[in-house]
């Protein structure tokens, strides 16, 4: 067991992005502390705002380490615990896809599903097409099922963080009814989701759900 000096603090709330770095932490068998903070409230008290002028969360502290931002929280991670293998070796051919990945979730993907979900593209002219990063949504959706099309794995015959990632935005796209259920979406992302640490992760989010907050 990789031993911890100084502790990991999530900043947390169960109905936010920081349920995939919870996920992360399960698969990492990683020792942490959970601080939950409310939307409006606590999130934007100045004692959080040092951390994280945003307001939002995820934000991880390792020391006096600040992380913020979901793909940047899982990437160190996976670094912070190398004999977990969640990211190809530096060196490695696959660690390029590693990053395309990562950073298209984090970039293009994220955005576009938001706005999708908002209604801000509904009037997209092509003209905005042309200078958003994501472009047109179905472009995006098109992306993601050809990048998982017939693939257990993003990266050769290895789970990575950037299979976490994927496999969280989809399932958080098809909760919402963001984009369709096709079937190469279910194929790739339910073993993953069935994994033990993602399932762990989904509990204990739940009881954070019931549970008042402090």
Request: with cysteine; net charge negative.
């Amino acid at each position: 067991m990789t031993t911890q000096a100084p502790a990991l603090r999530l900043f947390f709330h169960p109905h936010s992005r920081a349920a995939m770095v919870r996920w992360m932490l399960e698969e990492c068998g990683a020792r942490y502390d959970i601080t939950r903070l409310e939307f409006h409230t606590s999130m934007k008290a100045p004692d959080y705002l040092a951390l994280n002028p945003m307001g939002k969360v995820p934000a991880l502290t390792h020391g006096d380490t600040v992380v913020t931002e979901t793909a940047a929280i899982i990437s160190y991670l996976a670094d912070l615990f190398p004999e977990k293998n969640l990211a190809p070796a530096t060196n490695h051919p696959l660690r390029g896809s590693y990053y395309r990945w990562m950073f298209f979730l984090a970039g293009p993907a994220d955005a576009a599903l938001t706005a999708q979900y908002l209604g801000h593209l509904d009037q997209q002219t092509p003209e905005q097409a042309f200078m958003a990063g994501y472009g047109r949504f179905d472009e995006v959706v098109e992306t993601l099922r050809l990048a998982v099309a017939g693939k257990r794995y993003l990266c050769g015959d290895q789970f990575t963080a950037a299979d976490l990632l994927m496999a969280s935005y989809l399932r958080w796209a098809h909760m919402m009814k963001i984009i369709p259920e096709l079937p190469e979406f279910s194929a790739y992302s339910q073993p993953l989701l069935d994994r033990p640490a993602s399932l762990r992760s989904i509990e204990l989010c739940t009881a954070e759900m019931t549970a008042q907050p402090a």
